[in-house]
């Protein structure tokens, strides 16, 4: 499992030119799949996220969390966080979890993190989906659940 996340000072998804969600500042979060992913991948990197301290305190430096920041998400299903570009110059999805498989996961993930920080938005899993944002910073991070446990 992998999670971009993108500090934002605002974002907003659109599909066919209609507003599905939006959110101030906070973090945008694309979320993909592969092999071996599981539920228990969802709650191990979901308590990694909750309690990252990536917030600047008063003194500017990152100290707080999302939850103590009182920042929103928006979360976005992302398969192409799995491209291979090894090989040539067209990106291979092999390693993506195909969507059938993939959905049940981000349900999951969408429940567990709507449960633990109610201030979340979605996008549609599948669908051809416009996200606009404003980075803060930038401050962008990879979580790869591969290489954090």
Same mark, same amino acid.
């Given at each position: ?41 969802? @709650? ?14 008063? /003194? ?6 999302? @939850? ?20 040539? /110059?067209?990106?291979?999805?092999? /390693? ?47 979580? @790869? ?5």
């Amino acid at each position: 499992m992998r999670i971009l996340l993108q500090e934002c000072l605002e974002a907003k998804l659109t599909i066919d030119g209609k507003l599905i969600s939006s959110i101030g500042h906070g973090e945008v979060l694309f979320v993909g799949y592969t092999q071996g992913d599981r539920l228990e991948t969802n @709650d191990k990197m979901l308590k990694k996220l909750l309690n990252l301290r990536i917030f600047a305190d008063s /003194n500017g430096k990152t100290n707080l969390s999302l @939850d103590t920041f009182g920042g929103e998400i928006l979360c976005v299903s992302q398969f192409t966080l799995y491209a291979d570009l090894r090989k040539g /110059n067209r990106p291979s999805f092999t /390693n993506a979890l195909p969507g059938k498989e993939s959905e049940p996961l981000y349900e999951d993930f969408k429940k567990k993190l709507s449960l633990a920080h109610p201030k979340t938005q979605y996008g549609v899993f599948g669908a051809d989906m416009k996200v606009n944002l404003i980075n803060d910073g930038p401050f962008t991070l990879l979580l @790869d659940s591969k290489e954090l446990f």
